[in-house]
Structure formats: structure tokens, C-alpha cells
């Protein structure tokens, strides 16, 4: 189905980068250990989804009914089986991102909310400091509009 073939299972891709993506699931070495149950991942998200299990933090909710998820695609697949509700997304078509807080569950649409969310009820978060960088550094680089506010940015 796709130029960039995986040689040790076959499996094809359409882009370069989700073969590279895949190649990960081979090692046999897992770089990241989960702290609570020693599961090892190939990379970071993997482990930060996986430790919702652990947390309890289930950040995608049903509006139809009271469940909630700790992944969209679980959300997803329940509204269409539950709730006959399809999602369809145009090809290549990026679905609205929420920010959420690993902490305690907070969830935004906003990158700006979710900051100073993390900056008033987790100040010595050390992801704040990461996150704080990166934002600034696409501010800094005219990437992306006011940090934290609407008003022209004075730097």
C-alpha cells in the first residue's frame, strides 16, 4: 500500500517517517522503562500514554455519556460503536489538539491556558521549564503569535 516497506515484517507505509516510526517496535532493547511497572517503550509518547493507566488521568471524555478515555482513538472508537457516531476527517486532515496536564488531568485547546495552568498549580513541574522554552524560543522566531496574552510582545 505504500513505497517504504519494513524488512524484517513486510508491513508498507506511505511515508518515510512512519517506517521509521515502526522500525522502533523490532528493538529488542526498550529505552524507556515504565517507573511503576518496569514495561519498557521504544520512545517518549508511548510511555507518557502508558502511564495514564497508571495515573488514572483519562483526558478524552464522551459528550454523550459519562465515560471517559485515556486515548482519543479509544474515544473515538467508542462513540462509533456505543453511539453510531462516525468521525470522518479529510486525508491528511489534523484533528483538534488538547493540552494535558499529566499532573492532575487538566485539559485545554489551548497551549497558553494549559501553561499557565501548569505555572499556577504545579510550579516546580520540570516539564514547565521545557515547555516555557519552546513556547518562547517560537515566539522569539515569530512562529507563533502573543505568549500568554493577546498584546504586542516588547522582548
Request: charged share 25%; hydrophobic share 25%.
Amino acid at each position: 500500500q505504500g513505497p517504504f516497506s519494513c524488512r524484517a515484517c513486510r508491513k508498507s507505509f506511505p511515508l518515510q517517517r512512519m517506517l521509521t516510526r515502526h522500525l522502533k517496535c523490532h528493538n529488542i532493547q526498550k529505552r524507556h522503562r515504565c517507573p511503576c511497572c518496569a514495561k519498557g517503550f521504544n520512545d517518549t509518547f508511548d510511555l507518557k500514554r502508558h502511564m495514564r493507566t497508571h495515573t488514572g488521568i483519562r483526558p478524552y471524555k464522551c459528550p454523550a455519556c459519562d465515560k471517559s478515555f485515556t486515548q482519543r482513538c479509544s474515544l473515538e472508537s467508542h462513540l462509533r460503536k456505543i453511539h453510531g457516531v462516525l468521525q470522518s476527517y479529510a486525508y491528511r486532515q489534523r484533528r483538534s489538539k488538547i493540552y494535558v496536564c499529566e499532573d492532575c488531568g487538566f485539559t485545554s485547546p489551548s497551549a497558553d491556558t494549559y501553561t499557565l495552568h501548569v505555572l499556577e498549580a504545579h510550579p516546580s513541574n520540570p516539564m514547565l521549564s521545557k515547555h516555557l522554552r519552546k513556547r518562547m524560543a517560537g515566539v522569539l522566531r515569530g512562529e507563533m503569535g502573543g505568549f500568554l496574552h493577546p498584546g504586542p510582545c516588547y522582548l
